[in-house]
C-alpha cells in the first residue's frame, strides 16, 4: 500500500551537511518521519511531519541541526541534516504511519534505510 524508498545517505566529515529524500508510493496523506539506528544501539527517533506539514517533531540530539519537509505534490519527505557529527552516524530510516505524534515512538510503515557515516 505504501512503499518508501531513502536516498541521499553517504559519507561527510563532521561540520558538513546532507540531504535525505524519502519517495512514497503513490499518493499519501500519512504522516511521515525518520528514525535512525547506530550499530549496538537502539533505534531513535529523529523526526517527524503531519501530511499537512502543519506540525512538525525533532528528537532533542538533532534539534537547531536538522530539518524536516515535505513535497505532497511529489510524494517526498525530505531531512536537511547540518552541523553533523559523528554521534550523528547510523542507518536512517524513513517511516510513515497515521500522524505525526504516533511517529516519535513507531511507524507503520518504513523504507530500507539510507547509510549516514559522519567522520571527525
Known amino acids: 500500500q505504501v512503499q518508501l524508498v531513502e536516498s541521499g545517505g553517504g559519507l561527510v566529515q563532521a561540520g558538513g551537511s546532507l540531504r535525505l529524500s524519502c519517495a512514497a508510493s503513490g499518493r499519501t496523506w500519512y504522516a511521515m518521519g525518520w528514525f535512525r539506528q547506530a550499530p549496538g544501539k537502539e533505534r531513535e527517533f529523529v523526526a517527524t511531519?503531519?501530511?499537512?506539514?502543519?506540525?512538525?517533531y525533532y528528537g532533542d540530539s538533532v534539534k537547531g541541526r536538522f530539518t524536516i519537509s515535505r513535497d505532497n505534490a511529489k510524494n517526498t519527505a525530505y531531512l536537511q541534516m547540518n552541523s553533523l557529527e559523528p554521534e550523528d552516524t547510523a542507518l536512517y530510516y524513513c517511516?510513515?504511519?497515521?500522524?505525526?505524534?504516533?511517529?516519535?515512538?513507531?511507524?507503520?510503515?518504513w523504507g530500507q534505510g539510507t547509510q549516514v557515516t559522519v567522520s571527525s
Open positions: 517511516a510513515a504511519d497515521i500522524n505525526s505524534f504516533k511517529l516519535r515512538s513507531s511507524a507503520r510503515y
Open positions: 511531519i503531519s501530511s499537512g506539514s502543519t506540525n512538525t
